[in-house]
Structures are given as C-alpha cells and as structure tokens.
Nanobody, 128 residues
Framework: QVQLVESGGGSVQPGGSLRLSCAAS????????MGWFRQAPGKERAFVAA????????YYGDSMEGRFTISRDNAKNTVYLQMNSLKPEDTAVYYC?????????????????????WGQGTQVTVSS
C-alpha cells in the first residue's frame, strides 16, 4: 500500500521556521516528482512547491518563493519543506503528494489533478 506520512507541523510565531517531512512507502519513490500543497481554513487546497524526480528542478507558489525550500532525499524516500519567515497567512494543513513521472528529467507540475497519491496532512499554525 502506498503511504505518504507528513510530520513536523506545529505552532510557531510569525517570522519563525518549521521543517516538514513526508515519508513515502509502498512506491518507487525515485520515479515520482513530489509536491506540497496546503489548505487554509475555509479555503481550497493550494499549491506550495514541487520538486522533480531527482531533485534537480523545483517550483514554488508566488507567496512561497524566497521563504520556502523543497528538497528530497531519495535514499530515505522522504521529501522536505523548509519554511522560513512564516506569516499568519501560512496557517494551514500541509499535504505532500506524489506525481508519477515515466521519464527522468526536470518535469515539475503544480495541478492537484496531476498527483497520484496524497498524505493525510500536518497542521501548521502561525500566530502570536
């Protein structure tokens, strides 16, 4: 069974940092591009960041670039999201997702419909 398990969420003050992890199992991790999405209270799920199969290419949502960094360790079947300079509007449940890529390369996609598997999410709360 495919499982994506997020961890590392919690409560931080504005300007603080968190590092989220997503551990994958039940799939060949290296053939999936990976992404992070978030869903704030009362809002739809939104794209945060994505990374290609080998980690060579990344893409970020407009409000995240410069503050967030996505990375992956294929030997550990894990993708990470380093979140710095957090703002209250970053408060959301953060989900990781896996996007199957038949061919190696720099492909990074952002649409929810393109991702095959999803984790259960981890809560991030940014407040004073």
């Amino acid at each position: 069974q495919v499982q994506l398990v997020e961890s590392g969420g919690g409560s931080v003050q504005p300007g603080g940092s968190l590092r989220l992890s997503c551990a994958a199992s039940g799939l060949t991790f290296s053939v999936y591009a990976m992404g992070w999405f978030r869903q704030a209270p009362g809002k739809e799920r939104a794209f945060v960041a994505a990374i290609s199969r080998s980690g060579g290419s990344t893409y970020y949502g407009d409000s995240m670039e410069g503050r967030f960094t996505i990375s992956r360790d294929n030997a550990k079947n894990t993708v990470y999201l380093q979140m710095n300079s957090l703002k209250p509007e970053d408060t959301a449940v953060y989900y990781c997702a896996a996007d199957f890529q038949l061919y190696s390369g720099s492909t990074v996609r952002t649409a929810e419909n393109e991702f095959d598997y999803w984790g259960q999410g981890t809560q991030v709360t940014v407040s004073s």
